[in-house]
């Protein structure tokens, strides 16, 4: 169905579900041209030489688009751009679950949930999967029930919760988990 989705506090864009790759990409496009709009608003507002900082959960080397729309805010207005590495979502899953992401000599895969089922294959490597608000793993218990996952939500945080297992012996806690937490803090951040 259409309805929109709250992203964990960058703003609200549409539900994913039932979109091709044009439509999505569209969808993504536009939303992220009123986020744009939305801080060259703001920061129009705001002194000359104020410094501004913007805090990616997550990496906005990975399927976060901070930094996409930051340059998009600097063709509308005179902004200096810089970047700091911090440390990764995925860093921090690999170190909670003190896990070395690749076997040795092969690849490891970053994808989103809503390729996963698609393309997962067993050729891939490890998979990290970002951005999945419905567990798509789910869709590979029939096929590959024997995969182990390492889930983490809220890294580095107080609040951080960890699982890990045999996909087709933890699929049912982990929808149960994410689903309590995201009622409980009211948002959530996870990758597998």
Do not use: N
Not at 5 to 28: E, F, I, L, S, T
Not at 60 to 67: E, L, Q, V
Not at 137 to 144: F, G, M, N, P, Y
Not at 154 to 164: F, H, I, T
Request: with cysteine.
């Amino acid at each position: 169905g259409r309805g929109v989705v709250d992203d964990g506090g960058k703003g609200v864009r549409p539900v994913d579900a039932g979109r091709d790759r044009d439509q999505y990409g569209a969808a993504v496009r536009d939303w992220h041209a009123a986020r744009a709009d939305a801080y060259a608003a703001v920061l129009g507002e705001l002194p000359e030489g104020t410094v501004v900082g913007f805090l990616v959960w997550g990496d906005p080397a990975f399927y976060d688009s901070t930094i996409r729309v930051v340059d998009a805010v600097a063709t509308r207005m005179p902004l200096q751009v810089s970047v700091f590495a911090g440390i990764s979502a995925i860093q921090e899953l690999a170190a909670a679950h003190r896990i070395v992401l690749h076997e040795i000599g092969e690849p490891v895969h970053i994808t989103t949930g809503r390729r996963l089922a698609g393309e997962w294959s067993p050729d891939l490597g490890t998979v990290v999967v970002m951005l999945d608000g419905a567990l798509a793993c789910r869709d590979l218990v029939e096929r590959a029930p024997d995969l182990q996952i390492h889930w983490g939500a809220y890294l580095g945080m107080r609040q951080q919760e960890l699982r890990s297992g045999r996909l087709a012996d933890v699929i049912d806690d982990l929808i149960a988990t994410r689903a309590r937490l995201r009622e409980q803090h009211g948002w959530i951040m996870d990758v597998y």
